[in-house]
Every structure is written in structure tokens, then in C-alpha cells.
């Protein structure tokens, strides 16, 4: 049953990260059984998951999908902020330091070309996709699995509330990106920083205006 309930989470999981479910949908265990083909009690535990992530609320008669407030997600991207600059800083230094493969940085380089790309074709989804690719591959690359935990755990939500504002970010992101690729590849820890808090900086300002102008 352990197996089936990891399998459940996960399956879910996905689909809320995919945009399946809009904010503020309504998830019953019924209808969950019947999109993955599963009985009640994986899926329960996996919306008991679900809701210790963060990205279903309970209402007493079910659970609904979550949504950020302008001030939770004010929140959120001071706290990505600071994490991706912390994780760009490691991958800098272990760059510097020899740790990281010349294949490893290839791939990264390769993500960040990817948004680009995908943003100029103006694909949004494909935009979406190719960001958190990136991000988490930054992650990844800073050596240390709590941070990659916790930023994959704040992304997660991010792609719920905030897929359509990546449209409006296609150009900030590729410029940013660039910036952080550069400045690990050539091992410099301190710009490596400099470069993610900014990015994540200007993305949290675009999404405020967005949200204030209703979009």
C-alpha cells in the first residue's frame, strides 16, 4: 500500500505542477480515485502530503487546491531569493574548487539556452518548463540536497499560482540566466550571487505589477 500512496503523490503532484488544477479548485477523493484509477486510501495519504507541501488547503469538506496572496507570495520569492543565491554561490565554488564536470556545466548551459529559445518561440508553456528545468538544475548543481529540497518544494507552488507570468518574463529570464550560467562557469562565487538574487529580484517585481494590473 506504501508503494501505491507514493505512487498516488506523485501522480497528483504532477498534475497540480502541470497546471491541471486551477487555484482554488475543489479535489474530492472521489474524483481523484477516478483520474488515476486508484482507490481512497493511497490518495488520501497523498493529499495528506499534498497539504504538508503546501499545495492543497483543507476546508473541512475536502481540500481545494492553493493560491498565494500577494503577501504569501511576497514571502515565497524572498525566501527563492535568497536560496537560489546561496545555491549559485555553492555551484560557483565548486566550479572554482574542480568539483563540477565539464558535462555538468554543458547541461547548464544547454537549460539556460533552452528558455531562452522556448521564449523566443513564444512558447509559454514550453517557457515554464524550460525555467524550472533550470532552476532545479541550479539547485542541483549547488552540491547541497536540503536546498535543493527547499526550493523545489517553493517552485512547485510558484508553477500552480504563477504559470501565466512567465510570458511576461521571457527576455528577463534569458538575460538573468545568462548572467548566472557565466558567472558559475567561470567559478566566480560572488557574481554567481549577485546574479540570482537579482533575477529573482526582478521576477518578483514583474509578478507584483502583474497582480496589481490584474493579470
Keep these: 500500500m506504501h508503494n501505491q500512496a507514493e505512487l498516488a503523490y506523485r501522480r497528483l503532484r504532477e498534475r497540480l505542477i502541470a497546471g491541471r488544477y486551477n487555484p482554488g479548485d475543489r479535489l474530492t477523493e472521489l474524483g481523484i480515485c477516478e483520474d488515476l ?22 476546508t473541512g469538506r475536502g481540500v481545494v487546491v492553493s493560491s498565494l496572496s500577494e503577501e504569501d507570495m511576497r514571502h515565497a520569492t524572498d525566501l527563492q531569493g535568497a536560496l537560489e543565491a546561496l545555491a549559485a554561490r555553492l555551484a560557483a565554488t565548486a566550479q572554482r574548487d574542480g568539483h563540477l564536470s565539464p558535462a555538468q556545466m554543458r547541461q547548464f548551459e544547454a537549460a539556460g539556452r533552452h528558455v531562452e529559445e522556448r521564449g523566443a518561440a513564444g512558447d509559454v508553456e514550453g517557457t515554464w518548463k524550460a525555467n524550472l528545468d533550470f532552476h532545479m538544475m541550479l539547485a542541483r548543481l549547488s552540491g547541497n540536497p536540503l536546498l535543493e529540497d527547499a526550493l523545489e518544494r517553493i517552485w512547485a507552488r510558484f508553477s500552480i499560482v504563477s504559470r501565466s ?3 511576461r518574463r521571457t527576455r528577463l529570464n534569458a538575460v ?40
Excluded: F, W
Design 176 to 215: 538573468h540566466h545568462a548572467m548566472i550560467v557565466r558567472a558559475i562557469s567561470e567559478g566566480d562565487p560572488e557574481a554567481a550571487a549577485c546574479a540570482a538574487a537579482d533575477h529573482a529580484r526582478e521576477a518578483s517585481i514583474t509578478y507584483s505589477r502583474n497582480l496589481a494590473s490584474g493579470d
Design 165 to 167: 507570468n512567465i510570458s
Design 37 to 58: 484509477g486508484m482507490s481512497r486510501t493511497p490518495v488520501r495519504e497523498a493529499l495528506r502530503r499534498l497539504q504538508s507541501d503546501g499545495l492543497v488547503a483543507s
